[in-house]
């Protein structure tokens, strides 16, 4: 199928690389189908989680990893059961990132590491956890 990315522009992708929301995300629950594309050269540090429904609508996530971060939070039964996840090691999780301010003295990004996203990469489904309470350790490791 073809996405017109505002981002890529026109992207070819094929119905198995469809990732399932069934819930929808926060604030676009009428979507439910996304898919995964990044900038040619982007050496897949940062995606795009591009919907199939809307082509407007497009996040840019990363793993949080990739800021430095260790990250964990628990799942509910009721979120385990809606990833169809029965192996730990089949979850992916990312966080959405936006540019934060105009101007070269307020350059930089902003994530959202209170509703983190969180894949099934065995059975290409996804939701998008709310964190309500800041009871969650986050570990930060400076790169020398």
Do not use: C
């Amino acid at each position: 199928m073809k996405i017109e990315s505002p981002v890529l522009g026109a992207v070819e992708v094929t119905e198995d690389k469809v990732i399932e929301f069934p819930a929808g995300l926060p604030g676009f629950e009428q979507l439910h189908r996304f898919v995964l594309l990044h900038e040619e050269g982007g050496g897949g540090k940062v995606y795009l989680l591009q919907s199939v429904d809307d082509a407007n609508v497009t996040l840019s996530i990363t793993g949080p990893e990739q800021l430095g971060i260790t990250y964990e939070f628990p799942l509910s039964d009721a979120e385990t059961a809606s990833l169809l996840l029965s192996r730990p090691e089949d979850a992916v999780v990312a966080v959405v990132i936006r540019k934060d301010g105009e101007g070269p003295a307020n350059a930089g990004l902003r994530a959202n590491f209170l509703a983190p996203i969180v894949i099934n990469i065995r059975q290409q489904r996804g939701l998008q956890k709310v964190i309500d309470k800041l009871d969650y350790d986050i570990v930060l490791r400076v790169r020398g």
